[in-house]
Nanobody
Framework: QVQLVESGGGLVQGGGSLRLSCAAS????????MGWYRQAPGKQRELVAT???????NYADSVKGRFTISRDNAKNTVSLQMNSLKPEDTAVYFC?????????????WGKGTLVTVSS
């Protein structure tokens, strides 16, 4: 099992910034992918950003140029710097990791942290 602990959510005014962090611990093999997803009220969970162990990045079009994902492979942490926040960024943000070894892989999710952006 892998445990994920998220931090950094909260309330911010539009145009402001927040930084989310997530630390993975437990039975870690290779964390092939780390990232963030979000779910707004009444909507499906959607990709925000992911980063592979090799540093390949993937961002949702809606956050490109405003959000930056980074990870520390030695510490098994991933962070999301969110700038120029908009009310439509309001959602519960979930940390995600893909734990992998040989032919085994499993996805893990954090409990989520709420980000609220006021207009």
């Amino acid at each position: 099992q892998v445990q994920l602990v998220e931090s950094g959510g909260g309330l911010v005014q539009g145009g402001g910034s927040l930084r989310l962090s997530c630390a993975a611990s437990g039975s870690i093999f290779t964390i092939a992918v780390m990232g963030w997803y979000r779910q707004a009220p009444g909507k499906q969970r959607e990709l925000v950003a992911t980063i592979t162990s090799g540093g390949n990045l993937n961002y949702a079009d809606s956050v490109k140029g405003r959000f930056t994902i980074s990870r520390d492979n030695a510490k098994n942490t991933v962070s999301l710097q969110m700038n120029s926040l908009k009310p439509e960024d309001t959602a519960v943000y979930f940390c995600y990791v893909k734990n992998k070894r040989a032919f085994y892989e499993r996805d893990y999710w954090g409990k989520g942290t709420l980000v609220t952006v006021s207009s």
